[in-house]
């Protein structure tokens, strides 16, 4: 399978700087999903999934820290990247604290955004994979579709919530090797804790189901470890 880049979500408020950069990442294969405010960023990020995010931090209705901290309570790992026009110290250091991965000062080259964009997320959990960044996948009779949500095999179709799309992928990710319970809760649901836990073996349940009528595929228990998606051949 060919290797598909990542999917990012940038927020900016200069409607010029927010095309440039997005039409320069779509030339180097990046999908990008451009807002304008935070409260419209945070709706994209709550709607869609993401692989990173571009936040500036200067929004209107919802800065762009204020931003990051919402989306932190959903999702503690998503690689995040600031933009700035402001190189206070002291704005560099609340990004960090926040949980950002990067931080970039306008004026800011294009090129080396996008260098930024790539050495971040080859430090990515994603980055375990031969499929890193990729958002289809075959799972023995399965097509598996994380960015419309969808698994399909002959003569059945379902439509995934993005929590068991998140996961799956994860999954996928990790195909024939063990996902470890922490890294799917906290990248997931934000927390690693018992009532987490029990919410995931749910939706480990429903994925079985989901994926029952292929017989060369399991998604097993690693006692006290995590899970693994085995696909025999």
């Known amino acids: ?3 598909k880049k ?6 900016e408020d200069d ?20 807002q304008t405010n935070g409260e419209d960023g945070l709706a994209s990020f709550l709607k869609n999934p993401f692989d990173l995010l571009i936040l500036d931090v200067m ?16 999702d503690k790992l998503a690689p995040i990247i600031f933009l700035t026009a402001k190189g206070l110290e ?9 949980g950002g991965d990067d931080y970039l000062t306008k004026p800011f080259s294009t090129e080396e955004l996008s260098l930024r964009i790539e050495a971040i997320l080859k430090r990515s959990i994603f980055s375990s994979s031969n499929e890193e960044y990729s958002h289809l996948f075959s799972i023995g009779k399965y097509e598996f579709n994380y960015y419309n949500r969808n698994l399909k095999t002959q003569g059945s179709e379902v439509n995934l919530t993005k929590r068991e799309a998140d996961l799956l992928r994860l999954l996928c990710l990790h195909k024939n090797d063990t996902l470890k319970r922490e890294i799917a809760l906290k990248h997931i649901w934000g927390e690693n804790d018992y009532f987490m836990g029990r919410s995931m073996d749910v939706y480990i349940t429903k994925l079985r189901k989901y994926l029952d009528k292929d017989n060369s595929i399991s998604i097993i228990n690693v006692h006290g470890t995590g899970f693994k998606l085995e696909v025999r051949d």
């Open 90 to 98: 002291k704005d560099r250091i609340r990004g960090f604290k926040i």
């Open 6 to 11: 990542a999917n990012i979500l940038l927020v």
């Open 1 to 3: 399978m060919s290797k």
């Open 15 to 34: 409607t010029n700087l927010g095309f440039v950069v997005k039409e320069f990442l779509e030339t180097k294969g990046f999908k990008v999903d451009l």
């Open 59 to 74: 929004l209107p209705l919802k800065d762009g820290f204020s931003l990051a901290e919402d989306i932190r309570k959903k």
